[in-house]
């Protein structure tokens, strides 16, 4: 028994046994029909109700639930108003018709949401159960949520990584492409972090683990993909509002059509139940309430697969009618790892110049400050430390006063830099005499001119950069990708206050970002784009699209998943209404039967999931 009920639960089995009772029905009533026989009618119609019931029982059922639920005028309860009020006045071939391809409708749907849920269900094993853990007892296979922070974890050719750590020992080659799109795998050896759900391709890594599995880059994404479906975009706004007034309308016709024209016209009573059954069907809005959604749910879908997260419907119309684009620099059009340029000592020697920087620096997160620190084998701790947001800081290093930062810092403390280092990066004094000054150098990513083009060619009319650097350093950088306008040398508030001007003079403005103090242009834009791989928590938690690497051509594809995805909702909202507003004043007058009913609802209907298929599918 639960093997037939698992059956009959299949929508293209059904499909297929409602057809064996259907065709053999159909061909009887014809015969019937030119050759009348009693018993020939009798066996059709036992085949017809067969047929109903095999097809329509789930379709019924679900159309009493909603009347309990306060859904009466949903397509359920419409299309099984249709069905048995033609088989009551005798059509039980077009009765039987319009729920059979309902079905047919429905199986359709469901496949293409099988289709579309390919992208995100490959996502869902991306976060393994369980992580090889190190203790003193050996080698022990733990539930990864169970994984402390700083725990030693060992991960093995072809498995995938269980929490976001950082290589302790051991060198392989990581496959990225589930959490980035990225097709290239990414070496990995000690120093270097790894991001949970990404495979090791070769060889043994020794980890220490970064955060819980729970927050790790696995769990973020599936979790903001889970979620994506929760906010609607306008389109699906618009035929839920539609739907809420058009059903109850189309419904109240067809009542007056059924009831009025007997009443003023040579009409018979079961012509104009006909009619009105036959424009019930037409008026079913199921093409669009299906087709918009799952085309929103395609593009989410075929982002995911790309490396690219939307946080939700919402988004894609204000990405697909961008037309200013803001950056940072830092992370986003550089690659945010900072080398040692240059290096001019006054008065010092190069290496206590270095010393007395990455000492005062010892407490900073900075990119500039951690690659400086990086090249002195031990810097002091500082007293008296102060860290001056967007200027550098001021410490007390073996006893010495140094500042270390740009060049208003120092004139604030009455201290003249080196004309011929004015554009340096820092500037470093000791004991309030001017010491020298490090070149640091950012590298723009090969991929960022190429990118700022496509965004060009995509429909943006202006771009924009939204800097904290000197502006020497950050046009530098504006130029060589072909950035148009250039704001340099802001502080984090300046920042928020320049977007807000530029949001004020455009009509839509995505701005693209990776740090902390990227959040609250992320939040405010009418679209915040976050580089994931490197981005900060709160920049991704901002953001409205997340990039799950750190390359910048994945913002025009995901431009254009955005502007194809908008194009088929549109699309589908103006086929479905054109085709049925048409069909509705035919059978209003008196020329469509039900036949063309069920193409103007279940053929429609069906051709709008395939344009919204289309969605899954953008290329590069």
Known sequence: MKKVISLYKNGLVRIIAGLVFFIPAFILDRISASQPTHTLYIIATLLYVIALLIVGIPVFLSAVRGIFRGDL??????????????????????????????????????????????????????????????????????????????????????????????????????????????????????????????????????????????????????????????????????????????????????????????????????????????????????????????????????????????????????????????????????????????????????????????????????????????????????????????RGVVATVDGKRVIVGNSELLCEHGISTDDAASTAALHIAVENAYSGSIFVIDDIKTEAESAIKRIKSSGAKRTVMLSGDRYESAARVASAVGIDELHASLLPEEKYSRLREIIADSRSVVYVGDGINDAPALATANVGVAMGAIGSDSAIEAADVVIMSDKLDRLPTAIKIAKKTVSIAKMNIAFALAVKGLILVLSAIGYANMWLAVFADVGVAVIAILNSIRTLRVKE
């Open 73 to 390: 005028l949903d397509e359920k309860f419409l299309m099984s108003i249709a069905s048995i009020g033609a088989m009551i006045i005798g059509d039980m071939s077009e009765g039987v018709a319009v729920m059979l391809f309902f079905l047919v409708g429905e199986y359709f749907e469901h496949r293409a949401v099988a289709h579309s849920r390919k992208s995100i269900k490959a996502l869902m094993s991306i976060c393994p159960d369980e992580a090889t853990l190190l203790t003193e007892n050996g080698e022990e296979a733990v539930d990864a949520e169970d994984v402390p922070v700083g725990s030693t974890i060992i991960v093995r050719a072809g498995e995938r990584i269980p929490i976001d750590a950082e290589v302790i020992s051991g060198t392989a080659d990581i496959d990225t492409s589930a959490l980035t799109g990225e097709s290239v795998p990414r070496p990995a050896s000690p120093s270097s972090t790894v991001e949970s759900g990404a495979v090791v391709l070769n060889g043994v890594i020794t980890c220490k683990t970064l955060r819980p599995a729970e927050e790790s880059a696995a769990a973020r994404i599936l979790e903001l993909v889970e979620n994506a479906n929760e906010t609607k975009s306008k389109e699906e706004s618009f035929i839920t509002r539609f739907s809420r007034y058009y059903t109850p309308i189309v419904v109240g016709l067809a009542v007056v059509m059924a009831i009025l024209p007997p009443l003023v016209s040579e009409m018979t009573f079961t012509e104009s139940v006909y009619s009105a059954l036959t424009f019930l069907v037409i008026s079913c809005p199921c093409a669009l309430v299906i087709s918009v959604p799952m085309a929103f749910f395609g593009g989410i879908g075929g982002a995911a697969s790309k490396g690219i997260l939307f946080k939700g419907g919402n988004v894609f119309s204000p990405l697909a009618n961008a037309d200013t684009f803001a950056f940072d620099k830092t992370g986003t059009l550089t690659t945010g790892s900072f080398r040692l340029g240059e290096i001019k000592a006054t008065g010092i020697s190069e290496n206590e110049l270095l010393y007395y920087a990455a000492s005062a620096e010892y407490g900073s997160n900075h990119p500039i400050a951690t690659a400086i620190k990086a090249t002195v084998e031990a810097p002091s701790v500082p007293t008296d430390y102060h860290e001056i947001a967007g």
